[in-house]
């Protein structure tokens, strides 16, 4: 394929200058390497020179989209600015769509480079589909969390939008100071009530330790061979099998959480758990975790924008027992009491402040599944001629671990345009492609027999979806059923 190089508010009062440190908090995800990976199907004109100026001036508004992680400040790293030639530029090319999608879902963001990527891809001219192309956006976690990564990229093809109908544009200014962390926003608490907090975390943890997905893959030699290379990657990819409901499903699993008392977050974490529960062995009860990422900006006083570049989610985990024959809605209910309770009680931000503890603690946010959900969210507007067929999200991080045996199912749940969607993402060298569509397949099942418990009534069409529902995770959650 041909590859080119395509020339192209704070919102919180943080410092100016050419570095900021990183919180502890932040500098978590450092280790981590975990980017989110937004993309957009696209059909008609795309001009590249346009969204290439569109990407510019946005980038220019956030220094953080022009920084790079670099050694330093009393957590060990800091964000400094890039210097000009440096600077994330749009890259376009022609190729393969499906193959694009999976290059950049793959491709990192190492550390020290810059911490955003924006990549259009157009299919070659003559073909059958030249008017279609696929733009990824890719954002480095320590700089980002699900509302700010689709707040940018809404933002741009804002922009985009604006430029194409001629509005007109001054050069790109820069965006003043750096947002200040999360941590430094939060209310103020008692260092001994964290404390407390803490070693409770620690001993829940210990006593109710959770079981964890043994992975389909053979577990790989724990020592490579003498003569491989200490620092090669195991061999494997990235991959993500993919759920979608149809606006009419999706609406009848918003009225089946609404006739039921709880969210729908709560209807798709239970449907998740209880998948997981199926790949374990024994019809007991075992000790499931489920994580679920918590929204601060919402939680803040005063609220923090979605605009704002910075990583502003929480975790709430919650063990339960489950066996096989476990009934779907009471497990759904607890799901959503306890996540409820916890935001109630304010631990959400009690699990913030001990962050930084996690890596002596891992077992702090050890889970069976983790189910992040953005809640339902607005694509992309475009300008007339151009249309997005399809939005999506996905998590991804550069370290898997396959000699582990054992991790984590994550499930990505997102509502764009009124449509739900379920990501899978998972590395080949741990759960094989089919193991994960089956886990998906009744993850489906779980979610359809839930939406058949809704009332028939006359569902809107796709232009007509009902407005947002509330629901938890990465995104917006609710303090009362939704």
Request: proline fraction near 10%.
């Amino acid at each position: 394929m041909d590859e080119k190089m395509t020339d192209g508010s704070n919102g919180s009062g943080g410092p100016s200058g050419p570095e900021r440190a990183l919180c502890p908090a932040e500098a978590l995800y450092v280790g981590q390497r975990s980017r989110a990976v937004l993309s957009c199907a696209l059909r008609g004109n795309v001009d590249a020179e346009t969204l290439s100026a569109a990407f510019d001036a946005v980038t220019a508004e956030q220094p953080t989209l022009r920084s790079r992680i670099v050694p330093g400040g009393p957590a060990g790293y800091a964000l400094r600015l890039l210097p000009e030639e440096e600077t994330p530029r749009l890259i376009t090319r022609t190729g393969d769509l499906d193959e694009a999608y999976a290059a950049e879902l793959n491709a990192p963001l190492p550390v020290g480079g810059p911490l955003v990527r924006a990549v259009l891809v157009s299919a070659p001219e003559g073909d059958q589909d030249g008017d279609h192309h696929l733009f990824v956006l890719v954002v480095d976690h320590t700089i980002t969390d699900g509302h700010s990564s689709i707040t940018l990229h809404n933002s741009l093809w804002d922009r985009y939008r604006s430029l194409s109908e001629g509005s007109s544009e001054t050069a790109p200014e820069d965006g003043g100071g750096w947002p200040r962390p999360v941590s430094e926003l939060l209310p103020h608490g008692d260092e001994a009530d964290t404390a407390t907090y803490l070693a409770q975390r620690v001993e829940r943890a210990a006593t109710r330790q959770v079981d964890l997905v043994p992975y389909d893959v053979p577990r790989p030699a724990a020592e490579p061979p003498a003569s491989a290379s200490t620092s090669a990657a195991p061999d494997g990819h990235i991959e993500t099998a993919r759920l979608t409901l149809g606006p009419q499903d999706t609406a009848l699993l918003r009225q089946a959480a609404r006739r039921s008392g709880v969210s729908v977050h709560a209807l798709v974490s239970a449907a998740v758990v209880r998948a997981a529960r199926r790949r374990l062995d024994g019809d007991a009860a075992r000790t499931l975790g489920c994580l679920s990422p918590v929204d601060l900006r919402s939680r803040l006083t005063p609220p923090l924008s979605p605009s704002v570049m910075v990583a502003a989610v929480a975790t709430h985990l919650q063990t339960v027992e489950v066996d096989r024959e476990t009934e779907p809605l009471a497990l759904a209910r607890t799901l959503h009491t306890g996540l409820r309770d916890h935001i109630d009680r304010g631990d959400h931000i009690q699990e913030l402040r001990i962050m930084p503890e996690i890596p002596r603690h891992p077992t702090l946010q050890l889970a069976t599944v983790i189910v992040t959900n953005m809640g339902v969210v607005p694509g992309p507007r475009l300008p007339e001629g151009l249309r997005a067929t399809d939005v999506r999200l996905v998590p991804a991080r550069e370290n898997y671990f396959p000699q582990a045996g054992r991790s984590p199912v994550m499930a990505c749940v997102v509502s764009f345009e009124g449509r739900l969607a379920v990501e899978f993402p998972h590395f080949t060298s741990c759960f094989s492609p089919s193991y994960v569509r089956a886990f998906r397949d009744d993850v489906r099942d779980g979610l359809v027999a839930f939406a058949e418990t809704a009332e028939p009534e006359h569902v809107p069409g796709p232009e007509h979806v009902p407005g947002p529902v509330p629901v938890p995770g990465d995104g917006r959650v609710p303090t009362t059923a939704s």
